[in-house]
């Protein structure tokens, strides 16, 4: 096991090496004056000058490359031109909605795409089955942003004097500022800057409300979510039943199912404990590679509902030309990608073996 | 040949054809998926070169200042007789600038359309060529370029996209460019893997050893053996390069006003949508039937066409 994991590793460093010159590329690519760009029109010859030897900009491109990567190496990603502020700090400041995003989409869709895709194989050819089909076939064809739209419009405004409404745009509701949990836990004290990665979890409004115990911002929290949520998780649920339908009708036809049935199981242990454990496999895969979805939905998604997170900010960024923000962000989130990928495959391996000696 | 022959042959022998795509059509013809994909994507086609039959209004001129085009202007619901409106007919209303959004809906299916199919028949014609050189010279060859193919990869599709048409511009051509991108690792992959199969089996060493040169090889014998993978995926790929060409003039990335466009028409109305939904739902609901269209037909397809599945 341990030497399938230090191949896959080494699989990947390619890639993210990559990636990084891709990025670099990319970047000086775009047309324009980055002095220009970042200090204005009125930038006279000798401040550009200065500009381009702080930034390191006179030297040979190679050197440019190992500037950069020595750079990210150290989580430098630079100064965002918009806001005049470290990439870094805006990405910990608003990665995190859309990692709360995401994870709730993902839940969303594997909580109900795996059981629906389930039950179709197990009745296949039944009314649950061909309805399920075209449900699926219909959800992998919604444009993420019209999905969002539409249910904004009949939860926000048909259905707004019900109990079903939900709010359209934001987090929480707005005037809401939830307490960090380390500070109602006095892990740092007030008005001091705490770490990172505690500032970043705390971000997580969910995490948050359940670490403070709030259950009122729990819920506020979740009714904001559950429209993005569910616009961003509409098409990856479509393909995770389609996904597992599929796999469990290949495993419910093998001879080992039949096996388990000859020698009297409940049908019960024959599904459950012998089908489902190996048409599940594929079903990882495939939950793996949505995490690419997720990310271009959460790009779409945010810009509808509102929210802060890094696709909306990246989106906003191109407009406004922010270079270096769009070029962080891209960066992180293309290696956030490709670590994905190689977990999910690292548990593919460790879950089928034939993987793993292949 | 197979034609004379099957023709003076009793009918059960006919159905015994061994042309592929004789007996692939045949399933296509029984898969109620693939006859309502073909129906759909017929029935676009048709609306998008008879546009301007089908269309009752030019989908770029505004109605303002045009005679009998009273008090219903800009962006008023839909206007029919059978909903007591006697007015000027308006299908599905007019949009924000007082245009007809129906109109505009009917001229988008060029757009949808052609986006669609040239995309995915770039990146096939570029995957391939790259996909079948890898698998053809194998080496160092093979590995820069798959090695690039899984850089490319890395990337989710929608955002790499963003971030070529950020260098190159906003614009339709762009974000054409753009997509096409993203789709070439999928057929390099695939023609790569077919190749790979295909290179080492008899017939191609014994073409070889009959003195035919790599590209006679490639030509004649791998890539029509590769090709069924490719087209399936090509069906599917259609579909999804619509939605991100809508995706992407959604947020104004893409085809730029006036421009009818679908994704551009929705994001022209998305915030009066409480106001106005009827202009962001009807050219969302136009691009998902086409989608749907392109992804029931894919589907039927590679039940059709891929004999593995047919044994079970």
């Known amino acids: 096991m ?66 950069y990567m020595r750079n990210i190496a150290q989580g430098d990603l630079g100064d965002s031109l918009r806001f005049h502020r470290p990439v870094m700090d805006l990405l910990v400041e608003r990665l995190p909605t859309t990692v709360e995003l995401g994870t709730f989409a993902l839940l969303f869709a594997i909580s109900v795409g795996v059981p629906l895709g389930v039950l179709s194989a197990y009745r296949h050819k039944s009314a649950v089955d061909v309805g399920t089909m075209i449900g699926a ?66 971000r997580i409004n969910t995490l948050n409300a359940v670490l403070t115990l709030n259950g009122g911002l729990l819920v506020d929290a979740l009714r904001h979510l559950i429209l ?18 599929s796999s469990v009708l290949e495993v419910l036809n093998q001879d080992y199912v039949r096996t388990a049935r000859a020698k009297g199981l409940r049908e019960r242990a024959v599904v459950g404990r012998h089908a489902l454990k190996n048409a599940m496999l594929p079903v990882i895969t495939v939950i793996g590679l949505n995490f690419g979805l997720v990310i271009s939905g959460a790009v779409l998604t945010e810009t509808i509902f509102s929210l802060t997170g890094v696709g909306r900010t990246l989106v906003d960024s191109i407009t406004s030309r922010d270079y270096t923000l769009v070029q962080g962000f891209t960066v992180v989130i293309a290696a956030g990608f490709v670590l994905i990928n190689m977990v999910v495959d690292i548990m593919y391996g460790y879950l089928d073996p034939r993987i793993r000696f292949n | 040949m197979a034609t004379k022959a099957t023709a003076t042959l009793p009918p059960e022998a006919a159905y015994r054809s061994p042309n592929l795509w004789l007996e692939a059509l045949r399933n296509l013809r029984h898969s109620p998926s693939a006859l309502l994909g073909m129906t759909i994507i017929g029935a676009l086609v048709v609306i998008a070169i008879a546009a301007p039959v089908f269309a009752t209004h030019d989908p770029i001129k505004t109605m303002i200042g045009v005679p009998g085009e009273t008090g219903r202007l800009p962006s008023k619901p839909p206007c029919l007789p059978i909903l007591g409106c006697e007015e000027p007919l308006h299908i599905l209303g007019l949009d924000l600038n007082a245009r007809d959004l129906y109109s505009r809906i009917i001229f988008g299916t060029r757009t949808s359309l052609s986006v669609g199919v040239i995309t995915i028949s770039l990146s096939i014609i570029a995957g391939t060529a790259l996909g079948v050189t890898a698998g053809f010279l194998g080496g160092t060859v093979d590995n820069v370029i798959m090695r690039l193919m899984d850089v490319v990869l890395a990337f989710p599709a929608l955002l790499l996209a963003i971030s070529i048409v950020t260098i190159l511009g906003p614009g339709l051509t762009n974000a054409l460019l753009g997509i096409t991108i993203t789709f070439i690792p999928q057929y390099a ?18 073409e070889r050893a009959l003195g035919a040169g790599p590209l006679r090889i490639v030509v004649a014998h791998i890539l029509p053996n590769a090709i069924t993978p490719i087209i399936v995926q090509g069906t599917l790929g259609v579909g999804t390069a619509i939605l991100d060409a809508a995706a992407l003039s959604f947020l104004g990335l893409g085809a730029q006003p006036p421009t009818p466009e679908w994704g551009q028409i929705l994001s022209e109305s998305r915030n009066y949508l409480f106001t106005s939904p009827h202009l962001v739902f009807f050219p969302g609901f136009a691009i998902m039937v086409t989608v ?3 992804n029931l037909l894919g589907d039927g397809m590679r039940d059709a066409l891929d004999p593995r599945l047919n044994r079970v």
Not at chain 1, 9 to 25: A, D, E, M, Q, Y
Not at chain 1, 161 to 187: E, K, N, Q
Not at chain 1, 228 to 245: D, Q
């Open chain 2, 189 to 206: 992959r695939l023609s790569r893997a077919s190749v790979l199969s295909i290179k080492e089996q008899e017939f191609v060493a014994a």
């Open chain 1, 137 to 202: 076939n219909i959800g992998v064809s919604m444009p993420v942003f019209w999905l969002g739209l539409m249910l904004a419009y009949l939860f926000a405004v048909l259905l707004k004097d019900t109990p079903f409404a939900l709010p359209p745009s934001g987090r929480l509701t707005p005037g809401a500022s939830p307490v960090p949990f380390y500070i109602v836990h006095g892990m740092v004290a007030e008005g001091e800057e705490a770490l990172g990665i505690l500032f970043f979890l705390s």
């Open chain 1, 228 to 245: 993005p949520a569910v616009a961003v998780g509409t098409i990856p649920l479509a393909i995770i039943a389609r996904m597992s339908r």
């Open chain 2, 292 to 294: 749907l269209g392109f």
């Open chain 1, 2 to 67: 341990l030497k399938f994991v230090i191949r896959r590793l080494t699989f990947s460093i390619p890639v993210l090496i990559g990636i990084l010159l891709v990025t670099f590329t990319l970047a000086r690519a775009i047309p324009g004056d980055p002095c220009l760009a970042v200090l204005g029109e009125r930038a006279t010859e000798d401040i550009c000058e200065a500009f381009f030897r702080r930034n390191g900009l006179n030297e040979p491109l190679p050197v440019q490359l190992l500037i």
